[in-house]
């Protein structure tokens, strides 16, 4: 019972992410506004980790298994693919590489900001 009440929790912050979406006018996907929702949620207290962590697990543990669908259908459509393969390929190594630089530079920012605040 208590992974229906937290998976119900995670359905209803989904839902209101979609509400969402409808209403306001930027190209944001629905799951964004759910994932900040809860972000904020969390923050706020008003949803306790308690109540949503168990089942939070258990939707990361078979998240490899959502991705099957999508690599089927990356197999079904070689022949369109073929063609722009090269493109793709160099459009996603580069944006991994930016990813990463600036992940690796905002994470050492906050961590030098938090030392010099630990020191003062």
Known sequence: MKYIKQFLIILAISFLGEILKICLPFPIPASIYGMVL???????????????KETGVFLIEIMPVMFIPAGVGLMTSWSNLRAILLPVSIITVVTIITVMLATGWVSQIIIRKAGKKKDE
């Open 38 to 52: 809860l972000f904020i949620g969390l923050l706020s207290g008003v949803v306790k980790l308690k109540d949503v």
